[in-house]
């Protein structure tokens, strides 16, 4: 995520959520939240603590996310880097203490864990004290864990990720992909399984083999510890945490036959889900749900928004709540209700269970300014029991056929500007009013946005610097200034998405570096994103995506991105790839018999098309390629080639590749055309 930031804007949460629960409770929007939040705790007091990735440590109290943060840190927030955990001392009411795990920037990029002391709802000025320091990170910006959570043993628990190297986990030479355990004060405890075998501050692991464990939990009533573990292409898992236990990654992803690994408690796969997060076992000082729910494991998809629970003695695992905007950790509440964290929802959302709860107004409506003729949309938020019904009215009379949990005035005029929105919400139990909203009706007119850079069409491959421009011209303010621009990078990844770059405000270029140590899946792409301002408050947002360069493997494997490197899957045969005429190529990966690359292939032997090659065997070949101009439709993508390369190709029966030339100009066949070259 590689430029510099400017500012860091995040909207908060605008109450347009509403998640599907069981029958008898109630699911309410408990505090809008900005959204980049990444995990949530209740403080021994009752007010919930939230981190945002930016380095941001919120305070929500009695509802209300206060405005000054706890602390703020200097953080890496690219990819999945940045403030990840909070974790209060066992202490906290006596000493003060709330630990944080955050991506520190020096001495290197490295996940450090770190203690401050809490004067009231902010630290203590200076108070930081580093309790543990972990590996220096590599170029790969994912997988980095950061739950963390004090035992009943007084011991701290921190999840670790692979660092995006699934070989690290199985290693005792390094933190990464494993659990720790330490001390309050980051020494590392004589007992740990591993004290007397690994050296160093890998003294301190406690179990390895995870992939990314994001979340944990620990059962207070019995001191069992459930990790969720995110996993590669096949499984989710939960394991439950135990001393000395391998969990197998990347030797076993789900459950496995080798004695030597620890299967999950509970696991499911690719249909259900792509990321398990949440995490929370239902005890409170205040039992709200029903008896059957007691002691249950509740955990949530990210990509698909659901909350599901398990019976931690059975395994007994049943649907719960679906609909959340990717949620990103669970916790119950010290009234009993559970709480989720949406990211996407940019929201903390509360579900509570009430058989005869009137309703109440969790998010008011806000006030819209519109130029003439743009739809206006107002939204509230409430909670109460099922069902609600909805009345909007507009300077105190009813709107015909307004009863959704939100309203939109279609083209409004400038006789409409002025009018007051409101809502009454109801169910069998009562009523509750909204307060009002205004609707401001202008002339001005909406900017107009645009990016000029990179231009449609634009691929990628890792280490690639993409650099992006754009212009904002408002009819009112002419050309807009730097500071009218905001841009934002997201990596959409399958059927979700990741942030690659937040919020940049203040520029009208920037650039980012695309990782070589991400996604290698065919199904990802970047989309660049412009929102220009004017001075009126309008906004105007724009996008353009960018895909990357791919090879195709006719063996019946899947496209794979390209990185700068040229990734090329292992196999028998060579492949040697140079960017200059007249040099001898040099290697650079296998390559298997009967792949095709997302490059012109020579067939022939020294001279191109010398003969047509239509039966089986190996053939020598070298051959220059001329700079294509036009470039090749490659799974539909434009791709430049150029160079000169060797390639070794063992042929197919029945299946020739033929070499046709006409004037000069030679046309290599085989499956699909693969483009020309120049003899």
Known sequence: MGSVLLALLVPLGTGTHAA????????????????????????????????????????????????TPFVT???????????????????????????????????????????????????VPGSEVVIFNLNTLSDADNHNGGAIHFGNDGKLYIAVGDNGTGP??????????????????GSIPVDNPFFDTASGVNRAIWALGVRNPFTTAIQRS????????????????????????????????????????????????????????????????????????????????????????????????VAFAAGIGFPVDLKVGPDGALYYLARGDALVGRISYANAEPPSITVQPADRTVPVGQSASFTVGASGSAPLAYQWRRNGNVIAGANGSSHTVANPQLSHSGALIDVVVS?????????????????????????????????YAGAVTINYAGTGNDAEDGILPASAFTWWVDLHHDTHMHPQVPRVSGSKTGSFTIPTNDETSPDVFYRIHLEVTDSGGLTQSVSRD??????????????????????????????????????????????????????LILVGRRRPCARHLDSGGEHDVYGAVRRSTRGVDWHRQRVDVRGQFRHQHRLVPGNPLRCECDAGRCRLEDHQRLGDFQQ
């Open 222 to 317: 019995t001191g069992r510890l459930f990790i969720n573990d995110v996993g590669g292409s096949s499984w989710e898992e939960i394991n439950e945490g135990a001393p000395g236990a391998n969990y197998g990654w990347p030797l076993a992803e789900g459950p496995s036959s080798d004695p030597d690994f620890t299967n999950p408690f509970h696991y499911y796969g690719r249909s259900d889900g792509c990321a398990i997060t949440g995490g929370a076992f239902y005890e409170s000082a205040a039992l709200a749900f029903p008896t059957a729910y007691h002691g249950d494991y509740f955990y949530a998809d990210y990509c698909s928004g659901w909350v599901r629970r398990i019976d931690p003695v059975t395994g007994a695992d």
């Open 168 to 185: 690290n986990s199985q290693s005792l030479g390094n933190l990464f992909g494993k659990m720790l355990r330490i001390n309050r004060d």
């Open 20 to 67: 599907t629960v069981p029958n008898g409770f109630v699911d309410s929007i408990f505090v809008g939240v900005p959204s980049d939040v990444t995990a949530m705790k209740f403080a021994p007091d009752g007010r919930l603590f939230v981190s945002q990735q930016s380095g941001k440590l919120r305070v929500v109290q009695e509802g209300t996310l206060l405005a």
């Open 546 to 599: 960018i895909q990357p360069r791919k090879f195709h493997d006719h063996a019946g494997h899947q496209p794979r991105r390209a990185s700068a490197a040229a990734r090329w899957p292992a196999g028998h045969g060579t492949a040697h790839l140079r960017g200059r005429r007249g040099h001898r190529p040099q290697p650079r990966s296998g390559i298997a018999p009967g792949r095709e690359l997302g490059l």
């Open 73 to 123: 840190l200097p953080v890496d927030d690219s990819g999945e880097r940045g403030l990840l955990g909070v974790a209060f001392d066992p202490d906290f009411e006596t000493n003060g203490f709330v630990y944080v795990y955050y991506t520190a920037t020096s001495p290197t990029v490295h996940n450090r864990v770190s203690r401050f002391t809490a004067n009231g709802n902010v630290t």
């Open 427 to 459: 169910n069998s139990f009562g009523s509750a009013t909204s307060d009002t909203a205004q609707l401001v009706v202008t002339q001005n007119s909406v900017p107009a946005a645009a990016i000029t850079q990179p231009v449609s069409g634009t691929t």
